[in-house]
């Protein structure tokens, strides 16, 4: 499967971005779906991840309240709307794939396939 990310742009602190991740494989309904972020310098961190369904969701601490992940598999796409943001946000931001995930998994090693990325940066 090739994910192709999209959305990422510059923002000022407290702006909203929505962040889109596009799939070419047939069966994206039968991937576990999450985004993942990497700033300068640091490692790459859990963002939030959906389940195949869209009916469950899990986030990072630092993007609870703010982040929502959601999915449209009639469309192969999965988005990450980003409210509040603030300059600790920016970061190339990436959406991964894994179908045989059963849980939603923080780790990044467990997700199989990756878009390129997507930079979002936050101005204060």
């Known amino acids: 499967v090739q994910l192709q990310a999209s959305g990422g742009g510059l923002v000022q602190a407290g702006g909203s971005l929505r962040l889109s991740c596009a799939s070419s494989g047939r069966t994206f309904r039968t991937y576990v779906m999450g985004w993942f972020r990497q700033a300068p310098g640091k490692e790459r961190e859990f963002v939030g991840a959906i389940s195949r369904s869209g009916g469950s969701e899990v986030y990072a601490d630092s993007v609870k309240g703010r982040f929502t992940c959601s999915r449209d598999n009639a469309k192969n796409t999965v988005y990450l709307q980003m409210n509040s943001l603030k300059p600790d946000d920016t970061a190339l931001y990436y959406c991964?794939?894994?179908?045989?995930?059963?849980?939603?998994?923080?780790?990044?090693?467990?997700?199989?396939?990756w878009g390129q990325g997507t930079l979002v940066t936050v101005s204060s």
């Open positions: 991964a794939a894994d179908w045989r995930l059963r849980t939603l998994t923080s780790t990044p090693s467990e997700y199989d396939y």
